[in-house]
C-alpha cells in the first residue's frame, strides 16, 4: 500500500515530536499507508514540494538493514597489525605524543611503542616484525574513535537505507553510537547484534528506546506498566531509555521508569520537551537519577527567578513548529548566566553525576539558516529525499521555518551565547560533557554534524584537548556507567578496543579538517589546495577507508538522483 509524501512525513514527523520510538513512527507510518489519502484532511504535502515527490518513486514502508560486509569493504580484524610512525592523541586530555606504534591482535590494541624521537630518523626493522597487516601512519594523527551519543538512523521518507547512515558516520570517525533510537526495536536490536559480530560496515550500537517500543502490550498506562516494559526491554536487548515527558510519558511513569532502569544496569537519556518541562525539569529530573540531559531543553527552566515556567506568548502552540522553535529561543531574556544560582544549579547537577549532551549542532540552522541550507557537503552526500525532508513544510518536524525572520536568528544568537556558557561552566567545575549530533533534521548531515558539534564546543569554550575526550573517554565512561562495568574502548591504551580514527592533519589545529569534504587553504605555490578528511577509521580492529566509504555513499546519492529523473551532482542547470 502507498501514501504520499506528506502522509509519510506526518508519521515520521508527528512520532518524533510526540516522543514516539521508532517503531512507533514505523507503525503509524503503516497504518496511515492502509487509509486512504482523502480520508486524512490537513496533511497534504506542501505544494512547494510537489514537483519533487511527483517525481521520485514511492518511500519504503520501514527502514532497510545494512547489507552484509563485502569482502573488499574493510580489512582486518588480523592475528597481528600494526599502525606505524603515528602521533597519538589518546582520548584522556593528554598531549599529542610520537612517534609511536599501536598494535593491534585481532579487535584489541595490546601495545603502544614509542617508535623514535621527533624530528630524528625511526629505528628500522623494529618489533613487531610478523604483522600480518600494517598501516603506515608517519605524519598522521590518531585518535580514539568518535562516539556519537545522540543518533537517529533515518526514516523511509528521508533515508529509508541504513548503510547510507552507517558509512557517513564511519567516514568522519563515528565508531560507536547511541541509538534514541536508531530505529525500531526489532531492526535495533538485530542490527546491533549484526554489527557486534562484523557482519555489516557499521559503528557499535546502543539501542536505547521510548517507553513502550518493541512489546505487544500497548501503550504505558501507570508506573508498574513502565516497570514491565523497562525489564521487558531489558531482557530484549535494550540498553537504556529515552524520555520525551510527553503524552503517557507522565511525571509517575517517568520516574518509575528512571528508577527501575537503575535496577537494572540500563542507561537514561532525556529530551525535555515544553509540556513536560513544567513538571520536570532538568534539575528534577538528576535529583531522581537521570543519566542524561540532551539538547538544551530544562536547564534554563530550572535557572528561572520567580517562576518555572517560560513566559510564552498567549498565541503560543506547541503544534505549530515555527511558534515552538522560535519562542524556544526567547528565553534567554529570562536567565541571568554567572549568577550565584547560576553555579549553584551547576554544581547540584554535579553532585548528581548527570551528563550534558548539548547537541549544539542540530539547531544551530536556527541561528544562521543560510550556512546550514548551503552547507558544500549537501550536493554530493545528502540523499534528494533528504533534501526534501529539510526543506520548510508544516507537516515534518524540525522543517519550521516558515518564515524565518532576523530577528529569529538574533535571538538564537543570544541563546546560544548563555546556553555555551553553561556547558562550558559544567565542564569546567567537574561536569561531564559529551558529544551529539541528533542529525538528519534541520539541515544537519550523518557525519557532518557531528563534525560541526566539535567546532560548536571550541566556540563555547573548551580547548581542543577537552573536545576530543568529550567525543571519545567521555561518551564510553557514560554508555559504560549504568552496567556498573568499566568502557573498553573510548581511549588508546593497551587492553582496549582497536576503535580509531586515523587522521593526516592535526585535528587539534583545525577541528574543520576532519569533515569529509576536507578543507580548503592556500599552499605555498599560492594555490588553493583541499586537504583533510578522516584517512582510516578502524572499528574493533577492522580498518576502513574513509574515502572509499564517502565514494559509496556519493554512488547511493546519485543512483536516488537517476531514480527520481534528476539532474547529477555539478550538472549546469538545464543540462
Not at 83 to 92: H, N, P, Q, S, V
Not at 144 to 154: K, L, Q, S
Not at 191 to 211: C, D, F, L, M, W
Amino acid at each position: 500500500m502507498q501514501t504520499t509524501g506528506g502522509i509519510r512525513a506526518v508519521a515520521d514527523g508527528l512520532g518524533r515530536g510526540l516522543g514516539w520510538g521508532l517503531g512507533a513512527v514505523c507503525a503509524a507510518a503503516l497504518m496511515l499507508a492502509a487509509t486512504p489519502a482523502g480520508a486524512i484532511s490537513g496533511h497534504a504535502q506542501a505544494p512547494a514540494q510537489a514537483p519533487a515527490q511527483a517525481s521520485a518513486p514511492a518511500a519504503r514502508a520501514t527502514l532497510n538493514p545494512a547489507p552484509a560486509r563485502r569482502a573488499d569493504e574493510g580489512f582486518g580484524p588480523y592475528p597481528l597489525m600494526v599502525i606505524r610512525g603515528a602521533t597519538l592523541i589518546d582520548g584522556t586530555g593528554a598531549p599529542p605524543m610520537g612517534p609511536v606504534d599501536i598494535v593491534i591482535q585481532n579487535d584489541k590494541i595490546t601495545d603502544i611503542i614509542q617508535s623514535g624521537w621527533p624530528g630524528m630518523p625511526e629505528r628500522q626493522n623494529r618489533p613487531p616484525l610478523n604483522a600480518a597487516h600494517e598501516i603506515d601512519a608517519h605524519g598522521m594523527y590518531v585518535m580514539p574513535g568518535f562516539v556519537d551519543m545522540h543518533a537517529h538512523g533515518g526514516s523511509p521518507q528521508k533515508a529509508p537505507d541504513l548503510e547510507y547512515v552507517y558509512k557517513l558516520w564511519l567516514a568522519h570517525g563515528v565508531t560507536t553510537v547511541r541509538g534514541v533510537s536508531l530505529a525500531s526495536q526489532d531492526i535495533a536490536v538485530s542490527e546491533k547484534a549484526r554489527s557486534a559480530r562484523g557482519e555489516i560496515v557499521a559503528p557499535r550500537i546502543y539501542n536505547y528506546q521510548t517507553i513502550g517500543s518493541g512489546w505487544s502490550r500497548g501503550r504505558i498506562r501507570n508506573p508498574e506498566m513502565a516497570r514491565e516494559w523497562v525489564r521487558w526491554g531489558k531482557a530484549n536487548g535494550i540498553d537504556g531509555i529515552k524520555f520525551f515527558l510527553r503524552g503517557d510519558e507522565t511525571p509517575e511513569v517517568v520516574l518509575a521508569a528512571i528508577d527501575e532502569a537503575k535496577k537494572n544496569g540500563m542507561g537514561t537519556v532525556a529530551h525535555i520537551a515544553q509540556p513536560g518541562v513544567a513538571q520536570l525539569n532538568a534539575r528534577d529530573l538528576a535529583q531522581a537519577g537521570l543519566g542524561t540531559v540532551t539538547h538544551f531543553y530544562g536547564h534554563f527552566e530550572a535557572l528561572l527567578g520567580g517562576r518555572r515556567i517560560q513566559n510564552y506568548p498567549t498565541d503560543y502552540n506547541f503544534y505549530d513548529e515555527q511558534k515552538r522553535f522560535g519562542e524556544a529561543a526567547e528565553i534567554w531574556k529570562e536567565v541571568e548566566p554567572g549568577t550565584p544560582e547560576w553555579f549553584e544549579y551547576l554544581e547540584e547537577q554535579k553532585k548528581t553525576g548527570v551528563v550534558f549532551d548539548p547537541t549544539m549542532t542540530i539547531y544551530a540552522a536556527s541561528r544562521d539558516l543560510m550556512r546550514a541550507r548551503n552547507a558544500p557537503w549537501h550536493e554530493l552526500y545528502t540523499l534528494p529525499s533528504l533534501a526534501d525532508y529539510f526543506q520548510s513544510t508544516r507537516d515534518n518536524h524540525g522543517s519550521y521555518f516558515f518564515d524565518w525572520t532576523t530577528s529569529n536568528e538574533v535571538a538564537w544568537r543570544h541563546f546560544y551565547e548563555r546556553f555555551m556558557r553553561l556547558v562550558n561552566d559544567y565542564k569546567n567545575i567537574g561536569g561531564r560533557v559529551t558529544v551529539g549530533s541528533d542529525s538528519g533534521f534541520i539541515w544537519k548531515l550523518y557525519g557532518f554534524g557531528y563534525i560541526e558539534e566539535l567546532e560548536l564546543l571550541q566556540e563555547a569554550g573548551f580547548n581542543p584537548l577537552e573536545i576530543v575526550r568529550a567525543a571519545t573517554m567521555d561518551g564510553a565512561t557514560t554508555l559504560a556507567e549504568s552496567t556498573g562495568q568499566a568502557p573498553t574502548f573510548g581511549v588508546v591504551r593497551p587492553g582496549m578496543s582497536a576503535d580509531l580514527v586515523i587522521t593526516s592533519e592535526n585535528p587539534l589545529a583545525n577541528f574543520k579538517t576532519l569533515y569529509g569534504t576536507g578543507h580548503e587553504r592556500l599552499s605555498p605555490e599560492n594555490r588553493i589546495e583541499t586537504v583533510g578528511g578522516v584517512r582510516w577509521t578502524v572499528t574493533r580492529g577492522v580498518a576502513y577507508d574513509a574515502p572509499a566509504l564517502l565514494a559509496d555513499v556519493r554512488a547511493m546519492v546519485e543512483r536516488q538522483r537517476r531514480e527520481r529523473g534528476e539532474a547529477p551532482a555539478g550538472a549546469a542547470p538545464g543540462r
